[in-house]
DNA sequence: GATAGCCGGGG
DNA sequence: GTGTACGGCTATC
């Protein structure tokens, strides 16, 4: 007896039965119940390409199959690269039987090569079944021994539902500095839902804090911890460093304890696999997503840790606890560990709020690649267009190429080719600056060029061809890169139209979608270009850059020659042209010239007037908007190892250049910080550079600055520990500068040495900015020396 | 200027 | 688990 069943599906993985693999579909119901159903008709398969004796060639496989681990050979007509191929489909019993007779088959005897041998098996399913993670399916289920078993499945449209996130944050003894999970135990474990439930276990008693709920020991707090996870059956649990630190840290004490900790759904341990050189942990029936790499993929700060983090993207200013302090308010308790749960809990409120800000993103991207939350959120752009691709290769019979290895990949890896063209700015200051870039240039150059693997002719060839390349792209077919991407590219255009038509709520959403949509677009070329790839196509990526070497500098050529700009700068798909305000519709007319002469989906836009730019070198710029505010590319310190009076003198000196353009000014602003460092009328916190020591002071090969810095606290009896950050001032001296590295905490205003701070961190910091307006750094300097001080001041 | 090696977040 | 990151920066030649 079958009946149909409605579910919205969060997460997928297989179990073994009986020799088999089971798919278990992680779903929720329309009441908002979780339920899982379960298929065994899906077995996993791999491909075998036998050259021109198909027959044969699958005769002496499965007579080469002494155990009998094939189940069956067909053999299918599929293409490869678009060209036709005749592929052996060898499929097994269990996932685990591919690794276990792949080599073996390779190297038989007429097999060319073996193909999809490497696709995880759940990824598999979800493509070969044709359904994507956190989308409603209609499910035909019979019920056997209590379990659904899926007969049918078909996805269904429907919204989005409120799906339950927890953010999770733990805190950790740490008397010696980077704790140890063999020793040191978990000390609390922070709780924050979109449920409202906000909670801080911990098993030491703390006044006065309601949230706080207080356990018998580690033991108890971790097993109360699994059991508000199961209570509130959330679907997505989120972290900061969760993968590389909470959760491995917690599957060790959980290890240590002699405890299972059931945090998946079914019951399921938390479980932490190796994920190239990081871990990564895995909570069944969830989705487990890791902000920290999220955040680092889509923002660009100076710092990652989370205060700076979310002062920089939510506005929220957050005290940060030390961390080699942390253990001592546990010690101290009282007040103080009164101060560490809201400490706690406010780490795990600002996760939560991270996690408002990108998870929509991914749930789009999750839809659009097909693949689980839980394995979107951790791939990297490439991945999520790969992903995207093999999803669509699969019901259009193209062979899933394989990923290179050995000499393959070192060979794509050192193979460079010529990017985008990049116009020697205008140094100096200029006034009255118009910007205008293409729109998603490298992918309509894709998509209009029709660049693919399966396209491309190389030598001998006219039609179509990338300038100053020996490659053509045939237009005889369009290729399935550029059919994939125009299908992304004409969906985000349709959204873009819809999002004119509705309110606020729903025009939030379909800009999320829209989002996802450009980021994966705007991969393509990336893709094409990346060692790692399976579509990999060096010659494919080189000629889009060469298209667009040639569209960007066609556009200048209209600029110049037609109009009589003056084009000051311009980087691979943008322009910079001087329009005085008299002149501004000019940049209409130019818009429509240059768009009149551009083929296919190619199109320039305006992108804005600015007062007033200072260009140093290429890639190295700032310029005012009209409303007054500082855009600087390439030339901020972003560093923390600079000097906080380095950092404020340049960007004291650009903003002096681009609001009064007064050079002189200036350069005596700059002489003036100079004068004091000399004279020490600086505060030691303006010259204190900090620098994280991440391991322990002997694993250091070179012994760098914060190094010896850490070494003399430890000679002095402090504790120094992988993790600290050190703080520390250059002080005077003949030998090297990392030798001359002292601890600020032993520091005093008349140690340091004025000419490290003028020399290497002051100028460095503002001289290219300087020579691009014709001064020296013997200019700069001049106003310091004895005899010219006069001059001066 | 090339290239090998190190590092991030978390406590 | 049909598996093994990555991109940016620094030191050093």
Redesign the pocket.
Known sequence: MTRVVKGFLIDA??ETVEGK?LIRLYLRDEQGNSFVTYDDSF????YALPGDEPEKVRERILSSDEEGIIQNIAIEEKRFFGKPVTALRIT?H??????RI?ERIRHLEGVDAIN??????????LIDRGIKPLTWLELEVEEEQGRLFVRGIEHIDGELPELKVAAV??????P????RSKQDPI??VSMVTSDGMEKVLTWKPVEGEAYVETLSNEKEMLLRFAQLVQEGDYDVIVG???D???FP?IKDRVKKLGISLPLGRLNAEL?V??????P?A?IRGRAHVDL??IV?RHVK???????S?VEELLGIKKE?????K??TYWDKGGENLAMLARY?LE?ARVTLFLAEKFLPLYYELAVIVGQSLN?VARM????LVEWLLMRFATPRGELIPN?PAGEEYAARA?ASYVGGYVREPKRGLVENIAVFDFRSLYPSIIVSHNIDPSTLIIGNCEENRAPGLDYCFSLDKEGFIPEILKGLIQRRAEIKQQMKQVDEDKRRMLSVAEKALKILANSFY?YMG?P?ARWYRRECAESVAAFARMYIKQVMRIAEEDFKLEVVYGDTDSLFVVIPPEKRELAREFLRKVNASMPGMIELEFEGFYKRGLFVTKKRYALLSEEGKMVVKGLEF????WAPIARETQREVLRILLEEANPEKAAKLVRDVIKRIRERRVTLEDITIY?????RIK???????H?VAAQKLKERGREV?????IGYIITRGTKAI?HRALPVEFAKLEDYDPDYYIDNQILPAIQRIFEAIGYTRDYLREGITQTSLSKWF
């Open positions: 993985d297989y693999a077995s996993p398969y791999f097994v269990h996932p685990q039987d591919v690794p792949r999809e041998h490497d696709i995880l098996f759940v990824r598999r399913y944050d733990i805190e950790v003894y740490n010696k500095g980077a704790p000390i609390m900061y460093n969760t590389n630190f909470d840290y479980e696999s190796r994920r190239g050189a990081l990564e895995r920290y790499p680092r700060l100076n710092s990652y840790v989370l205060e983090v940060k606890i030390d961390g080699d942390l253990f706690s780490d394995d990297t752009s490439g991945q990923h050192s990336g990346y790692r972003v560093r923390r190892d620098t994280q020591l991440t391991k694993s250091y090969k070179s012994l760098e600055p190094v520990a992988p993790g600290m950050i990392s």
